[in-house]
């Protein structure tokens, strides 16, 4: 009996399709509290691979042998060894090629709309972390919105598309990833815009993305005028694409809103997140897809594993969205936060140019979930 190896792609197709899988996972228990491999009908045992080191016997009939058995780790190499003695044990079981490392830099991109004239709308899941990424394409001309630092994703894609990089977005100065916007940006010619009320601090050039701006990608229109959304943050902003589709950003998710506090400003711009959202957004047609910078949680991904809804239904059903009483309001959004993304503040000043950590090092300080969120 060999020793398999499943990869972050296939086990996003089980997350997209809802099959079953059992996930051993080996790392110790607040790790894996704190961060998993989340899926609808997924089942997990959790046994650090210390407690394993004398073999496996113990555990061998909490293991199921009539699905698919994966066992994770953190970088791969605790569940190679904890693998092999299943096998050897007579179990059929896979190790995860890379380990929790691999899964949070896995980005699959989905389609999530035509545009006219031939355009589309891609998203791209980075289904491990949670964050949203965005590529137009038009007329062999592409914007990329909110990237990630994993580059190669996006470059590769527009080759793979044989369109060229033109504009490069960011809604906001991220605090829970590394952009990778700025070096697209180098690498491809492309303008990179960033919303000059975050790029107080920045150390390199950028060109202003402000209010009663048109940006043409191809034959496809990007709205951005009326758009100026603070709250996340002080310069957060929106787009309007095709008149169809609206990137909120970290504004508006599906099921909450955007938190006030990761630059220390809570108390001072949750009346900004309250304009935004209940005056704003309201002024915009119900009938926009509202695509955001993140999800938060596994059950917010579509059929077909992309992550959208009606902004006319997230004002029926999203709780954030319908909490008339103003002081109510602000009580939930600086109350009710969950802990602080890890290494925010370093993720924060690598985001403005200050700092230039190594990749191990990014990894490093992006580990974990996303926490822009409200709860």
């Known amino acids: 009996m060999t020793l398999k190896a499943m990869n972050s792609k296939q086990v996003t197709k089980k997350v997209i399709n809802n099959e079953k899988l059992f996930i051993l996972d080996v790392r110790n228990q607040n790790d894996f509290q704190d961060w998993k491999i989340e899926g609808k009908n997924f089942q997990y045992l959790n046994i650090p691979y210390f407690e394993l080191l004398d073999g496996v016997d113990e555990i061998l009939d909490k293991i199921p042998t009539d699905q698919e058995v994966l066992v994770v780790c953190a970088k791969e190499g605790s569940s190679v060894m904890v693998a092999e003695m ?3 044990a007579g179990r059929t079981v896979a190790y995860f090629e890379g380990g929790m490392k691999a899964w949070s830099e896995y980005l699959e991109p989905v389609k999530v709309g035509d545009l006219k004239n031939g355009g589309e709308l891609y998203q791209f899941v980075r289904i491990g972390k949670g964050c949203l990424s965005y590529m137009v394409l038009s007329n062999g001309e592409a914007a990329v919105i909110d990237a990630t630092r994993m580059t190669d994703v996006f470059l590769d894609f527009a080759t793979s598309k044989n369109v060229n990089i033109r504009h490069v977005f960011d809604t906001h100065l991220h605090a829970d990833h590394i952009s990778g916007g700025r070096k697209i940006a180098e690498m491809t010619g492309a303008t990179y815009w960033l919303p000059p009320k975050d790029a107080m601090e920045v150390t390199f050039k950028y060109h202003p ?4 701006i048109n940006v043409t990608i191809g034959e496809t229109e990007m709205n951005i005028h009326s758009l100026y959304s603070p709250g996340h943050t002080i310069g957060s902003t929106s787009f309007v694409v095709d008149e169809k589709f609206l990137l909120s950003g ?18 001072d711009w949750v009346g900004d997140l309250r304009e935004t959202l209940y005056q704003r957004y309201r002024e915009l047609s119900e009938d926009l897809i509202v695509l955001p ?14 992550v959208s809804e ?20 602000r009580k939930l959004v600086t109350e009710n936060l969950p802990p602080q993304p890890n290494a925010y503040q370093e993720i924060r000043e690598t985001n403005m140019g200050k700092i230039a950590p190594d990749v191990e090092k990014q990894r490093e300080m992006e580990i974990g979930p996303n926490r822009c969120a409200v709860r």
């Open 86 to 88: 299943l096998v050897e």
């Open 209 to 212: 993305l402000e209010g009663g």
């Open 250 to 267: 970290d504004i508006l998710f599906i099921d909450s809103i955007g938190r006030p506090d990761l630059a220390g400003l809570a108390q």
């Open 293 to 306: 910078a993140h999800f938060m949680i596994i059950e917010e991904l579509n059929e077909d594993g992309s």
């Open 310 to 329: 009606k902004l006319g239904n997230l004002f029926a059903h999203n709780h954030g969205l319908n909490i008339e009483d103003e002081n109510e309001f």
